[in-house]
């Protein structure tokens, strides 16, 4: 095995470099718990613990998504603007119960999705500018249906979700943790999982072998926008209100952060979802060890950057 | 011999411990030609990266005007002097001419502008010195395949004094009537002193230009001399470690042709149109037959293969397999109808180079290999294990990405995608371009076995020879329609040449 890495790069030693593209993610999770442990106070606590992985559940959420959608050389910035339709829509059908205002947002979210995907397998248009459409008008959307309002939810289901407890674990992280081992078997098990990286790999090559190359990233951006979407449900549930106008903002960029930095090319042609799940934690905890240090946001800010620069570098330097 | 310019002596490269060269010597004299020749993995990539300072040699040495050097970078031996172009064109196709010509370097106004009088000016001065003529001010990838290389070609021979021209593969791209110009260039070059290190697969163009060749076979060199003492033949037989009598009593190719078919077609294309592509183009192929599709570039070969296997639109017309009409414009539609196309640029539209060779294997047939859409990893793996084994795929396994391969290998993966979904009509376009000698043998073989087996098959190669050899019906294309068939005895390379030139074709030259 050893060997057939090796003759990868063909005389250039790559073989460090690529290494580091696929397991750097975990080596990085894996030293900044050890460093925390030693230094940060409280860090290796069970309640500690529990509020990160609680915290991260929503961007996880929708990076799972994401990487799906990124597997096909697409793009998906509208993620955000769709977890606020979600949530403007809750509160207009929580009046019927609360499985059917679930209902109601996801398939708000399957839709956006599909005009996502429409414009990008149908119409031919570029994916960061197709769903850049709907990143700017799915919020105004969200706003004209919410009345430009943050209005409380009280449903008892509805708030379990983000608050509940089943088996001592909280709901938003073993909702989490189903959909990853789903999208993960997705990928691993599933036809449309093999589709979705021979159309992110080689999308001629894939059309002459008669894939169904339209149906599949339609398939990948309505998943996107079901689970931005869900990501959208839960993170009202945790607020206990609906707020189209703030829900969601700018979580994109932490989600295809996430994404990249567990090594996932933009490039297509490849997903990985443990390491998506990796990233994403990664992520997360560097921001909570900084702030529990008493570094300011902004320094947070500039280490997260310097995270996501060094990942693109490794990729670089793998290719 | 002249001065030799730049030469390698005993050098011995190993990747990973495997041995890729094995004590090569090689001398590039001033104003000489020589060729370089080898099956894929006999080491010519290696012997030119170790030149151009890609790789460092593990032992031996590079030498430069009689000195030894270390090229560290491919700069550093660009800065010597020693140009190289390969087969991909590394050039900006949004720019101008041009600006392409000089990237980098362009003439700058006062104001630190780039002076476009001047540069338009300078461009057409360098392109005028090898009788080029291209306008300078239209976008790159406005232009042919063919002149683009020309102008890469250019642009490498103007950046820096160029006294050492390497050329891999130069004309896998080019039209005949562009090989002419680029073999005007080499000749003006090898006038003006330039040593030229000439890599190709096509025997043709080696006897045309080379003064000298080498032969490399499992890294090794195993001739080196003027070419006029080494016959085809024997060049062939050298190159595969074969033995001699044994090339000449099968021939060049490995293609019979001959087959016995029988007498209801197999596919029946009628009519096959589309604007400013395809004029009334109709072929039928019987199971057993190999049919040949003849003509220059852009008279609509790959077209009509890619109209036939559901890849392009039609204007009118429709194909049949066995009888039943296919849905046309689908892709699905043909491969389940049977229909199988080896498409013309490999990496470009056939592999995926990041995915295993398992997965690559595997594309068409995974809705067969599924079961309530999930991937049967089992009979996926006997499949590939089956066809690794019938194709003779060389690989350190299934796992290993199709990129890694080489281009023989990468074909045979292609090969094996198609013949797991059991197709009842073959189109091959190019099957054999741009892969290593034995590797073509091998394709070549496994083209006539199918046909034996009953497979119908169309074969689109810009190697006459092949298509001569190999084929049971010629038909031959010119401006998308087509100009005439050619069959049994009377395929011969002078009836497919005349057919290809008469009238209309003559226009071209």
Redesign the interface.
């Known amino acids: 095995m050893a060997e057939a890495t090796a003759g990868v790069g063909s005389g250039r030693r790559s073989l460090p470099a690529g290494w580091l593209q696929d397991y750097g993610v975990y080596v990085g999770l894996a030293l900044l718990v050890l460093v925390n442990a030693l230094f940060t106070p409280n860090f290796l606590s069970l309640t500690s613990a529990r509020v990160q992985l609680i915290q991260v559940a929503p961007v996880l959420l929708v990076a799972l998504g994401l990487a799906l959608v990124i597997g096909t050389e697409g793009i998906d910035i509208s993620v955000g603007s769709i977890m606020a339709l979600a949530a403007a829509v809750i509160p207009l059908y929580l009046g019927y119960g609360f499985a059917v205002a679930l209902a109601a947002a996801l398939l708000v979210g399957a839709l956006a999705g599909a005009f996502n995907g429409f414009l990008v397998a149908f119409v031919g248009v570029q994916p960061i500018v197709a769903t850049l459409a709907l990143l700017v008008g799915g919020r105004g959307l969200a706003l004209v249906i919410a009345n430009g309002q943050l209005k409380q939810v009280r449903n008892e289901t509805l708030l379990a979700l983000g608050n509940g407890d089943v088996l001592g674990i909280p709901v938003p992280i073993l909702l989490t943790a189903v959909v990853a081992l789903a999208v993960g078997f997705v990928v691993r098990r599933s036809t449309f999982g093999r589709q979705v990286v021979a159309i992110g790999g080689n999308r001629a090559a894939a059309a002459l072998g008669g894939l169904p190359v339209r149906r599949v990233l339609l398939g990948v951006y309505v998943i996107s926008g079901v689970l931005a979407a869900l990501s959208g449900v839960v993170t009202t549930a945790r607020l206990t209100a609906s707020d189209p106008r703030a829900i969601g903002d700018l979580i994109e960029l932490e989600a295809i952060t996430a994404v990249v930095v567990g090594g996932t090319p933009l490039t297509g042609g490849r997903v990985r979802v443990l390491a998506t799940v990796a990233g994403a934690i990664l992520m997360q905890l560097i921001r909570a060890a900084l702030i529990a240090n008493n570094f300011p946001d902004s320094i947070a800010r500039i280490v997260q950057a310097a995270i996501i620069v060094a990942a693109v570098l490794l990729q670089r330097r793998a290719s | 011999m002249a001065e030799v310019l730049l030469e390698a002596a005993g050098v011995v490269k190993r ?2 411990g495997v041995l890729a060269l094995d004590g090569v010597s090689l001398q590039l004299g001033g104003g000489e030609v020589h060729g370089l020749v080898g099956e894929n993995g006999a080491g010519k990539s290696t012997l030119i ?1 170790i030149l151009t300072g ?2 460092q040699p593990d032992e031996g040495e590079v030498r430069h005007l009689g000195r030894p050097v270390r090229f560290a970078t491919p700069l550093e031996a660009q800065q010597a002097g020693i140009s190289t172009i390969y087969q991909e064109i590394n050039l900006v196709p949004l720019l101008s001419v041009a600006r392409n010509l000089f990237l980098g370097h362009e003439p700058l106004n006062r104001l630190g502008l780039i002076d476009s009088a001047r540069l338009h000016r300078q461009a057409r001065e360098v392109l005028g010195r090898y009788g080029l003529d291209i306008d300078v001010t239209r976008e790159l990838r406005t232009l042919g395949v063919g002149t683009q290389q020309m102008v890469a070609i250019v642009r490498a021979l103007t950046t820096g004094e160029a006294r050492v021209v390497i050329m891999d593969e130069p004309t896998s791209a080019l039209e005949p009537r562009e090989v002419d110009t680029l073999f005007r260039v080499v000749d003006q070059l090898r006038g003006e002193g330039v040593a030229l290190l000439y890599v190709s697969h096509r025997l043709d163009e080696l006897y045309r230009i080379c003064q000298r060749i080498t032969v490399l076979r499992d890294g090794r060199m195993v001739h080196t001399g003027p070419i006029a003492e080494l016959p085809r033949l024997k060049l062939v037989a050298t190159m595969l470690g074969r033995d001699l009598t044994d090339v000449r009593e099968r021939g060049l190719t490995q293609l019979e042709g001959g087959h016995v078919a029988a007498a209801a077609p197999v596919l029946t294309a009628e009519h096959l149109t589309r604007l400013h592509v395809l004029d009334d183009v109709s072929l039928t192929v019987r199971p057993g037959e190999v049919v040949g599709l003849a003509g220059l570039l852009g008279a609509g070969r790959s077209e009509t293969l890619r109209a036939i ?1 559901g ?1 392009d639109p039609l204007d009118a017309g429709g194909v049949s397999v066995g009888g039943t009409r296919v849905r046309g414009g689908s ?2 539609a ?3 109808a049977g229909i199988a ?1 080896l ?1 013309e640029d490999r990496k ?8 295993s060779i398992r ?1 690559n294997i ?3 047939a ?2 067969r290999l ?1 079961r309530a ?3 049967s ?1 089992r009979r996926a793996d006997e499949l590939v294990a089956t066809f690794m084994k019938r194709l003779q795929i060389k690989a ?2 299934p ?3 199709v990129g ?1 391969l080489s281009g023989g290998n990468q074909q045979k993966v292609l090969l094996a ?1 198609w013949l797991c979904m059991e197709p009842r009509v073959l189109l091959l376009d190019e099957p054999t371009r741009g892969i290593d000698v034995g590797a073509k043998a091998e394709v070549q073989a496994l083209v006539d076995e199918l046909a034996e087996q009953g497979l119908g098959v169309v074969l689109v190669s810009s190697d006459l020879e092949e298509v001569v050899e190999g084929a049971d019906r010629v038909v031959v294309l010119r401006d998308g329609a087509v100009s005439g068939t050619v069959e049994g005895d009377d395929i011969t390379e002078d009836r497919v040449l005349a057919l290809l030139a008469t009238e209309g074709g003559g226009r071209d030259g």
Do not use: C, W
């Open positions: 990747f990973a990266k890609v790789h296997a890849a892709t699905k043909a491969i389940a196309l498409p470009a539209e056939g592999i995926i180079p990041n995915l997965d595997v594309l068409a995974l809705p599924s859409g999930l991937v990893d350190s396994g796992d290993q990405k890694e995608r």
